[in-house]
């Protein structure tokens, strides 16, 4: 690489990347769009005129052989998840990957083989980590301020039956509905805030996702390592839209809505009782910048100059284990 920004190409470009990788790219100081990818080469010719990109390709291959294409920025379905992040490896670029990593644990482990191999960086896309609220949370966790962590929510809901991502409820694609869309997100903060791991799980989906069609709802229970009691509520056909995180502790309660968004000023409020009575309530507003931005200059910053990534693809793993196991819990098969 010898340009002083790591250039990048976006495969499966659509509304999504248009709308939020694709400015952020351009926004990060140290990162720059030069590259993308549509099934259709006219699209991607035509996309990228209107958005002044220099390349476009028609398949995933051709767009990791450019030799100006540094890194990539893997946005495609869920089901092509390990094929592009393989055939990026093997091409010698780096990968950010969308979440949630693979459709399953054993995808996954090979995805983080193939960039060992090739001596590429791979980071798994939860640019919620690089939330300053949701930093706080995990800060007033760990300096005992609510005292031992009892219980752990993160709810993530909206209406997804108007997106232009219909491919999210087809099972062969997605691999799980809302799970994995967004209870990923909720399952990654809380495993983040909380330093910790899951140990059991159990869940409940609604309707039973068949071989064809994902679920609609889930409601998860989880069990971590240190006796924190989990829950995740996520679904899509919510009514509006709305992220919620609440942390009980034995002294006290840490909660904030919205956690899942940037460029905001978001507030955490903490609620401390003694005795079971109330014993104060205080609030701080956080400043929270666009996230996307962030999570590219990370990537981009470890690319040029080493260090270790908030969210490698060894914590995508972890994050999958815990995916599968909801799917095996109500005994459907992992693709």
């Known amino acids: 690489m010898t340009s002083k920004k790591v250039r990048y190409g976006i495969i499966g470009f659509g509304g999504f990347a248009e709308r939020a990788l694709g400015p952020a790219l351009q926004s990060a100081a140290n990162s720059e769009l030069v590259a993308i990818h549509k099934r259709s080469l006219a699209d991607a010719r035509q996309k990228a005129r209107e958005l002044s990109v220099p390349l476009a390709f028609g398949t995933a291959r051709d767009l990791v052989a450019h030799p100006d294409v540094d890194a990539v920025f893997v946005a495609s379905a869920n089901a092509d998840h390990c094929e592009h992040t393989i055939i990026a490896a093997q091409a010698g670029k780096h990968v950010l990957l969308e979440k949630p990593m693979a459709m399953s644990q054993r995808e996954a482990e090979h995805m983080i083989e193939a960039c060992a191999s090739a001596r590429v960086r791979l980071m798994v896309a939860h640019m919620i ?89 889930a409601q998860i229970a989880l069990a971590f390592s240190k006796g924190t009691i989990g829950s995740i509520f996520c679904s899509f056909v919510a009514p509006i839209r709305r992220s919620f995180i609440r942390i009980t502790g034995t002294d006290g309660i840490l909660s904030a809505e919205d956690f899942t968004l940037g460029s905001r000023t978001l507030e955490l409020t903490i609620h401390q009782g003694k005795a079971g009575v109330l014993a104060g309530q205080s609030t701080e507003r956080l400043e929270v910048p666009n996230l996307y931005v962030q999570e590219i200059t990370h990537f981009s910053e470890c690319i040029m100059n080493g260090g270790e990534h908030v969210s490698p693809g060894e914590n995508g793993l972890q994050n999958q284990k815990v995916l599968d196991a909801v799917l095996q819990s109500r005994g459907l098969n992992l693709h």
């Open 129 to 217: 980590r690089f939330s300053p609220l949701v930093q706080r949370v995990g800060q007033r966790i760990a300096s005992g301020a609510i005292g031992r962590v009892i219980a752990a929510r993160a709810d993530f809901a909206f209406d997804a039956t108007t997106s232009p991502r219909s491919w999210i409820f087809d099972r062969a694609l997605a691999g799980s509905g809302p799970v994995f869309d967004v209870g990923v997100h909720c399952l990654d903060t809380l495993r983040y805030v909380l330093d910790d791991e899951v140990v059991t799980v159990s869940a409940e989906l609604s309707p039973l996702p068949s071989t064809t069609r994902t679920e609609e709802t």
